[in-house]
């Protein structure tokens, strides 16, 4: 349990490990691809290797994490059309990202981390996949960047990692455009096998008020999908 407690803690701590070509005399071994951190203004090339990056991938994709994440049924529940465009927020290693991209063939996801180590580690698997229909944006910490065309937006316990939490609500709030829905999900209280620490959990009651205060509606709560976390649907009014 430890362990993953320290992992949890690592997050917001992260540095970018990958970058777009050769840095600090190191081989660059993966298939070069083009670089979406040079287009947003990331100098990769100023990058150092931190290897917390890959820890924490393999983290989030560990096999024992499908059998309480339940990924496939939370994709189900949304009731997707397949043209949606969705944004996935804090996409991390792409854990959704990837299912998402499955279940709209013809939308698109839009993969969206303040990590640009983790943007080009998406972006370079879908490249060399040949996915087409998934794109990067990196975010910082005070700014989701949601592209203004976007149906559904999707957070799996990202809202915890963030400090200024109304007033980050209230800028996703401004860059959703009406009507459209926000899928969250957070980590519940209390003594459970799986999540950060209580010190940095927020309780239902404090989620559902900040969500409020930034002007969402309560659409549908999805109560026993999850054993170990909240799940609740929101709409831009």
């Known amino acids: 349990m430890k362990n993953k407690i320290s992992v949890w803690l690592l997050f917001p701590l992260l540095l970018a490990s990958v970058s777009c070509g050769n840095s600090h005399n190191q081989k660059n071994t993966e298939v070069p691809v083009d670089c979406p951190l ?5 100098n990769a090339r100023g990058m150092k290797p931190f290897e917390d990056v890959k820890k924490y991938i393999d983290f989030l994709e560990r096999k024992d994490r499908n059998g309480w994440q339940k990924p496939e049924a939370v994709i189900s529940s949304i009731g997707l059309k397949g043209s949606e465009i969705l944004a996935d927020i804090g996409a991390g290693s792409g854990y959704f990202t990837f299912r998402f991209s499955k279940e709209l063939p013809r939308g698109k996801v839009v993969a969206i981390d303040v990590e640009p180590g983790m943007i080009r580690y998406i972006h370079h698997k879908a490249k060399t996949s040949r996915i087409k229909n998934i794109e990067v944006v990196i975010a910082s910490y005070d700014d989701p960047r949601v592209p203004e065309n976007v149906d559904v937006v999707f957070m799996c316990d990202v809202l915890h990692h963030v400090k200024k939490r109304g007033e980050w609500l209230s800028k996703l ?6 009507s459209s829905k926000l899928i969250l999900i957070e980590f519940k209280e209390g003594n459970i096998p799986e999540g950060p620490p209580a010190s940095i ?3 239902s009651k404090e989620m559902l008020s900040l969500m409020a205060g930034a002007g969402f509606k309560l659409i549908k709560q999805h109560s026993r999908l999850l054993a170990y976390q909240y799940y609740y649907e929101f709409e831009k009014k």
């Open 38 to 42: 040079k287009k947003q203004g990331v």
């Open 201 to 203: 959990k927020i309780t």
């Open 173 to 178: 709030y401004t860059e959703m455009k009406k």
